[in-house]
């Protein structure tokens, strides 16, 4: 199973990014679908995550700001970033919670992508 991330770069503060991640193998189902970020020195923290009926969390920086989606028939999720800030800058990570189709539960992060915000 794979995860592949798109849609990093490089934004203006105030501008818009749009990342997207899908999934591929030998996959059953994905329960949890979300994105974590990384900025220099600091640890990995939840940025958004959704549930397989749609239910959303996140993080209270982003809130207002970002939108999570998923498309299920594509396992893919996608991060709707608006308004971005500096602080914004960061490594984003995609992830799965999965069920194979051997009834194995699983989580799989993607390889990240980078987001600057930066005039």
């Known amino acids: 199973v794979q995860l592949q991330a798109s849609g990093g770069g490089l934004v203006q503060p105030g501008g818009s990014l749009r990342l997207s991640c899908g999934a591929s193998?030998?996959?059953?189902?994905?329960?949890?679908m979300g994105w974590y970020r990384q900025a220099p020195g600091k640890e990995r923290e939840l940025v958004s995550v959704?549930?397989?009926?749609?239910?959303?969390d996140y993080a209270d920086s982003v809130k207002g700001r970002f939108t999570i989606s998923r498309d299920n028939a594509r396992n893919t999720v996608y991060l709707q970033m608006n308004s971005l800030k500096s602080e914004d800058t960061a490594v984003y990570y995609c992830?799965?919670?999965?069920?194979?189709?051997?009834?194995?539960?699983?989580?799989?992060w993607g390889r990240g992508t980078q987001v600057t915000v930066s005039s």
């Open positions: 992830m799965i919670d999965y069920l194979s189709p051997f009834g194995e539960t699983r989580d799989l």
């Open positions: 193998g030998s996959i059953f189902s994905i329960n949890v």
């Open positions: 959704i549930s397989s009926g749609g239910s959303t």
